[in-house]
Structures are given as structure tokens and as C-alpha cells.
DNA sequence: CCTTGGCACTCGATTGTACCGAGTGCTGAC
DNA sequence: GTCAGCACTCGGTACAATCGAGTGCCAAGG
């Protein structure tokens, strides 16, 4: 497509641009050893690069900024990175020394992501599908709630609200956590979805479809072995439903989001993009989405956002027993440091997963 | 202190200050129909406040700025203000709808605090010393550990990992669950304290007053009764230890950070103060202070916190049962609405308080 | 003694002008 | 295709002039 010294030239105004935040003119670029020619050369192999639509131009007399397809070229024949070895240090000390609740493992993951980087961390926590059901316990919580906690393989505790009816005993919501222990211990939560559908009673049947589902509730008990029955269908549903897409739970740890202030001159800016960052749900399907174009890097405007049109996303997705069960990723400026972010993006996750199968 | 004209124009100053944002001069003062005086009346008097340190001067030939000191004053004679309809409302509308998670509960109320405000707002959860343990569940998540996850009697769910010797069977494991289930139900976390203390076996003894607490681990088992003994005492150490200062896990719930980036001119000042705002620690123990010693605002420099010199916190307690469990509060500059700010955070406090003791 | 109009003075902000220099595009020669 | 040379562009800086909001002080009047 490009050839040889085009691309050169591309890269060194890429590399140069991310270093000094700076429009880079033709002196500059001939300034690099492997770049042979005279500064009218590249002027002229510039401005090709401009019809290209890999370079712009902010005005006459200014030198070339990189487009965020020059971004693209440039993120595509980049060679796999290595993290410095001071970073590596980092990590392997943070990971020997992680311990503790998921949450807290997972926060201090974004922070030591956003300081090997100097950009904003995101990390999305693993869903729950390839956690089993360590142990459960049912315990009302008011006349009409119960709740329904898990404590799942990884130690991390999973917790569900479930409506019930007044007229419930102690004794039927007893028996209820007992048959509930029995029926999730050792499953997944998928795994419980299933048990759902297949069999166990009221079954969603109908309305699974358009109509949002009803929330769990219990009828009045006539037979008591029958209200105990439909009392662990709600359980069991609650739980199931929890993984659908209709969770607005959508959580996510984001660190060093203050860094995102010496990113870019415009105060503005500065505030749209925290602003994004603060809507949990936004962050998590923009990931979701740059993941689902097998991409690990979205640049600019190549997702749709606009306020963070002068931002780039470097993802990763991390795995638990060769399962992709979350993604942690960085956003800077799209004149961002790419090598460095994706090694960092790399690392990490890659000690996250280990991390998490071990149980933290 | 301050005689009546002086307080006038005193607090002509700041609010004009707070709505401008710009130095404001004699000619805006005597606009003020409260104000019945010439410039050159003002002009003097403003030149005492000046000497008394409630006023200062960008330069020569600008308006004058309140201090911190003139903030403070205007701040202790605003009569208590009350929220516009309009927030009212939305509080109303929110506290009915709010239900759900804890923690889902304390993350919006912060941006409800926020957007009523538009400063950031921030939520210190509850303490759990008023709230009971309603259940408990002891469970083996690794070989040498284990979790006790506790369901709270507003539905919320604490959770501590113990670590445990690896020669404890399940069946001495199952034990202590059940004797500490027994033991801790309708307690608070300070009782299940003054149970370790006071009986109990292996209580800490000498090493509690400078020596940090020993990590709670349980000795190889000789007599088998001496382990469950051994483990339930260690549990007990382990949920009343978590109330202690030593907690790091200071958890605080930030919203409308973003906000801030309008609110200063300079970058770098942004910077500090999102940095300070990830930092929870320094958070919780920054509205610790301020309520310590009665306050509640606190303005510039009058906390230590050099990187905040130019906002403001305003913070309120919620209650419990009559107990202060939590607290509440927002950061703006310190030109910010402080009655807005004060009214808003009296407002939510108290609705929150009310939320939550009635088990949302 | 407090208040007030008058007045000189200060100093940041704005505007205008000139100039510099980094950078481009083009052209004609090799 | 490459390159030296050249005219041209245009943002940034430096400097001066001007403007105006605001002060401090003083002398006159209640």
C-alpha cells in the first residue's frame, strides 16, 4: 500500500507527533537516520500522504499532524511490544503482593495500570460464568425480602435481592436455602439458567421475548411444599436473570482518571472526557463493542463517541481457565504512547487471569 | 466585630464574587439596594476589611476577593437555607425510587448530591456499628483460607478472609461456622469486639496498644476442640478488627468529579484536586477532621490539604437509629454556592439516613 | 468625625503593528 | 525521481498605545 520510504516517513512523524505534541515538518523528519533524502523529498512524499488522508494539516506553514487513519497504519505495523523492565518489575511485585477481595484486587489493577501508563485505567470485572457456587445462604431481610448470597470459587460473594411473599415461614425459607444450597453448589451461573428452563417449575415459558420479565414474586402459599418450590424458582431465576444483558449493574474500576487532565489543553475537553469515564455503562459497552471487532485498539473517532473523538482505547480482554471472563484497558490521547500501553495492556492482563484462577 | 455596614458590603463581595467569579469593585457594591453609601464610603471601608484580613487584593487597581477568612464569615452568619423546589422534588423522586444494593444506593445518592449541586459529591458509607448481623456463613475458599461473609440487618453483606491451618477438616470448619453463627446473630461488630476482649480464649492481651495486630492465624490443631475454639476466636478478631483505624479499606463513593475541571482555570489545579478525590483515604480522613472538630464546612486552607487550598467541603452526618453512621458531603472552589451546598447536603443526609434504616 | 465628590494614579486587558521563522508548494535543473 | 532554490503563508512573539475598572487620598461639607 505505502511504499518503503512513505511509511518511514509516516512513522517518524507518528513517533515524533506522540513525543512533542508538536505538528512535525519536513526538517524534522529528515533529521531521522534511516530517512535518506532531502527535506523537499518528503515534502512531496508529505504531501501524498495528505490525498492519502494519513496526514493533515492544522493550517499553511504548519507541519503534518497524523490522522487517525496515520494512527491506524501506524498501531497496525507496530511490533509486538515489550514493557520496560522497570514496568515488569512493577507488575510482578504488585500481582506477588495482590491479595484479598476481588474488588480491591481489581481497583488497585486500575491504578497500577494507569501509572505504568500515565493514561486513565479501566478494568472490567470478570463475569461470573466460569465461577462456580462455593455456598449459598438464603436470610430474610425484611417481611417481603430475602436475600440470596453466594459465595463463588474465588472467594468473591455474589449477592441477589428476591421479593417473597408475607405469609412465608421462617421454617419454609429455611427449607428453601437448604434445597437452594443443595441445587447451586458446585454450578455456574449459567449453569443455573439452565436449570431454570429445563425443568424446576415456573418456568419464564411465554413472555421471554419483547416483554421485560416480571420481577420475581412468589404467590400466596396454598400447599406449602408448593410455596417452598416456587420460592427456589424465583431464587434461581433471580440469580440466572442477573447475567442478561439488562443489567444496568455494569460495574467497572476506573484509576487515574486525573491524568486525563494534563491530556489535553482544552478545558472542555478535559471535562467530556471525564464525564464519559464517570458513566460506567458507556465505558463497558464501548469495550465491549472494540472487543467484538476483535480490535485491541480503537482510535479516535473509530468508535462512535464523539467527546472522546481525540481519545484511543488500547484493550485487552483476561482469561480464567482459558475463558475470556473481562477486559482491562487504557484511554489517553490519541497521541498516545502505543507501544507502551498495549505492553502494559498486554502484562497485566495476562498476570490478572493468572491472579484470578489462582482465587485470590 | 463587624459593624453593620461592613458586614453589609462584606457580604455584597462575596456574593457577587461567588456569582461572577470576578474581583468585584466599589461600583458593584453600591449597586446593592441594602447598600445606601458612595464608592469612596465603600472604598474605605473595604480598605479595613482589608486590614482585617476578610478581604485581599489581586493588585492594585482590581475589585477585592473575599479571603478565606471573609468566605468563613459569610458562611457562619447565612441563615440556615433551604433547597429550591425543584431539588427538593428531586430528592423526593429519588429516595422513592432508590432501592436495591447498598452500595448501588450510596454511588447514586453521590451523584444525586452532585448534580443538585453541581460540585462533586462524595458519600462515606455506614460504619456497621449500629447494624446487626442477621447471618453468617463460614466458608473454605482455598486450602488455608477462608471466608466469613455476613448478612447485615439492612441487607448489606460484610465479608472478611481468615486464614486457617491446613490440617483443619471441613467437619471443624463446619463446627466453627455453626458456633459463630450462633455467636454473632443480632450483634453488632462492636459487640462480637467485646466478646473477643472480654472471654473467648485468645483474646490479644498485651501486644493492643502500639504493636500492630498479628494476622489472625490459627495454630495446628492438636485437640480438635481447641481448633474450632482457636478458629472462632480468630474469625471473631478478624470482623471486630476490621473497625479499627488501621483499616485501609476506607471506602468512599465520588461523584460528578468531572465537574471539577470547570471550575478552575488551571489545569494543573484540576489535576491535584482529581487526584486528591481518588485518593479515598485522604478523603475519609479529611471529612473525618472537618467533623471532629464541629464544622461543618470547611474552606481553603482552614484543613491542611495544600493541593485544596482553593476549594471548599461542605460535609453533613447521616444517622441511624439516632447514631451518626455515615457522612456526606460536597467539594466546590471556594467561591462555590455554600448555601445551595449546605441546604442540598441537609437535605440528603437526612433523607439518606431515613433510607437506610428502613432497611432499603 | 463620618461622608462624599473629585482627581491622580495603577495596572491588567485589549488592540494594532511589525517581524521572525518554521514550514509549505512549486519550479526548473540534474 | 530527487533536490536546491525561492516565494509565500501564517502562527507566535514582542512592543507600544490605549482603555477602563478600580484604587487611594484629599479637601470640602454635613
Redesign the pocket.
Known amino acids: 500500500m505505502l511504499d518503503a ?1 512513505k511509511s518511514a516517513i509516516l512513522n517518524k512523524v507518528v513517533t515524533e507527533h506522540i513525543a512533542t505534541a ?7 523528519v529528515v533529521r531521522d537516520p534511516l530517512i ?12 501524498a500522504l ?1 490525498r492519502d488522508g494519513y496526514l493533515t ?8 499532524v497524523p490522522t487517525d487513519k496515520g494512527y491506524r497504519f501506524f498501531v497496525d505495523q507496530l511490533s509486538p511490544p515489550a514493557l520496560d523492565p522497570a514496568g515488569e518489575e512493577q507488575v510482578q511485585d504488585f500481582f506477588a503482593r495482590a491479595h484479598g477481595e476481588l474488588e480491591r484486587v481489581l481497583r488497585d489493577t486500575s491504578k497500577l495500570l494507569s501509572q505504568l501508563t500515565d493514561y486513565a485505567a479501566v478494568v472490567v470485572p470478570p463475569t461470573h460464568d466460569t465461577l462456580t457456587v462455593r455456598s449459598s445462604l438464603l436470610v430474610r431481610i425484611a417481611p417481603r425480602a430475602a436475600l440470596i448470597v453466594l459465595v463463588l470459587s474465588n472467594g468473591a460473594v455474589d449477592r441477589h435481592s428476591v421479593e417473597i411473599d408475607e405469609s412465608t415461614t421462617d421454617d419454609q425459607l429455611e427449607r428453601a436455602g437448604a434445597r437452594l444450597a443443595a441445587l447451586l453448589a458446585g454450578r455456574t451461573a449459567g449453569e443455573v439458567e439452565q436449570v431454570v428452563t429445563s425443568g424446576a417449575g415456573a418456568a419464564p415459558g411465554a413472555g421471554a421475548g419483547g416483554t421485560p420479565p416480571a420481577p420475581p414474586a412468589v404467590p400466596a402459599a396454598v400447599d406449602c411444599e408448593a410455596a417452598v418450590d416456587a420460592l427456589v424458582a424465583a431464587c434461581c431465576r433471580e440469580i440466572a436473570g442477573r447475567q442478561l444483558p439488562s443489567q444496568d449493574t455494569d460495574e467497572v474500576y476506573v484509576g487515574g482518571a486525573a491524568r486525563m487532565a494534563e491530556q489535553f489543553p482544552a478545558v472542555q475537553t478535559v471535562r467530556e472526557v471525564l464525564s464519559i469515564l464517570e458513566q460506567s455503562f458507556v465505558v463497558v459497552s464501548l469495550i465491549r463493542d472494540v472487543l467484538a471487532q476483535g480490535q485491541s485498539v480503537s482510535i479516535g473517532t473509530e468508535h462512535g463517541l464523539a467527546p472522546l473523538a481525540e481519545c484511543s482505547l488500547v484493550v485487552a480482554p483476561y482469561e480464567v481457565a482459558d475463558e475470556v471472563v473481562g477486559t482491562i484497558g487504557v484511554l489517553g490521547p490519541t497521541r498516545m504512547n502505543y507501544s507502551q500501553a498495549l505492553a502494559a495492556v498486554a502484562v497485566v492482563s495476562q498476570h490478572l487471569g493468572r491472579q484470578l484462577a489462582a482465587g485470590s
Do not use: F, Y
Not at 535518506?36 to 504531501?47: L, Q
Not at 494539516?57 to 503534518?64: C, L, Q, V, Y
Open positions: 520510504r508538536q505538528p512535525v515538518g519536513s526538517a524534522h535518506d533524502v532531502s527535506p523537499a523529498t518528503v515534502r512531496s512524499d508529505m504531501a495528505e494539516h492544522p493550517h499553511t506553514s504548519a507541519g503534518r
